[in-house]
């Protein structure tokens, strides 16, 4: 999967990449990331790329003009399917919009700073609009790692069969059921005997109680 972001804080990427499995993905070649910097596709020649707002709000709006004129480099060697812009008010992300842009071949994400971005760009060169949660964050670019790190995960050969996404929370409608290790027994604190049964049959229902139990309590609205 290759995925194109476009943003004016390059720098806040580098530390995300570098990591767990996002950096693996990397390595492994199931993903090609690109960071094109904003102010490199500005015509001003003081690489402005915002301006403010007509109307006389206060804040400074991103222009269409160096957006417009990234997309279209990006576009030149690749049959991008979508283009993302992070924002507070779009789509929020779920477990199932991750598992449908996981499908993807080739993304562009937009990261918005300041007051956003022209509308013009919203209606005419974004395909798709998400946001992370009600909340305002600063910029696009926290947002776009999110959506970045829960899309990666999906991908097939991404994580090892033994942490498979599969079991994640949300994969199966369920949140997950709780986890263990060593030692089995802590400050008078225990693990589950039947995680120490041995019987796998025994073991999955538990597992699979916990799950349904869980989702009851804290996402009652899965059920
Ligand atoms: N940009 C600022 N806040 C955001 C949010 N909550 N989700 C996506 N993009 C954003």
Not at 133 to 143: A, K, N, Q, R, T
Not at 170 to 182: C, E, I
Request: aromatic share 8%.
């Amino acid at each position: 999967m290759r995925i194109d972001i476009i943003t004016c804080f390059p720098e806040m990427f580098s530390s995300f990449f570098s990591y767990s499995i996002v950096r693996r993905a990397i390595n492994s070649k199931k993903i090609n990331i690109n960071i094109h910097n904003l102010r490199d596709y500005t015509l001003d020649k003081h690489k402005k790329i915002d301006d403010y707002a007509y109307g006389g709000s206060p804040g400074l709006v991103m222009m269409i003009e160096p957006i417009d004129r990234c997309i279209a480099a990006i576009k030149v060697d690749n049959d991008c399917q979508e283009v993302i812009y992070m924002a507070p008010d779009g789509e929020i992300l779920t477990q199932s919009l991750s598992n449908e842009l996981s499908l993807k071949d080739n993304i562009i994400i937009l990261c918005g700073h300041y007051k956003g971005v022209d509308e013009r760009v919203r209606t005419n060169l974004v395909t798709r609009e998400v946001s992370i949660g009600d909340y305002v964050l600063s910029g696009g670019e926290i947002p776009a790692c999110v959506l970045i790190d829960s899309i990666v995960r999906l991908i097939p050969g991404v994580l090892s069969n033994e942490v498979s996404a599969l079991d994640d929370s949300f994969q199966d409608g369920f949140v997950a059921p709780p986890v263990y290790t060593r030692p089995r027994e802590y400050k008078g604190m225990q693990v589950p005997d039947v995680l120490l049964s041995g019987d796998k049959k025994k073991i999955d229902k538990w597992l699979f109680e916990q799950s349904v139990e869980r989702t009851k309590k804290r996402r009652p609205s899965l059920i």
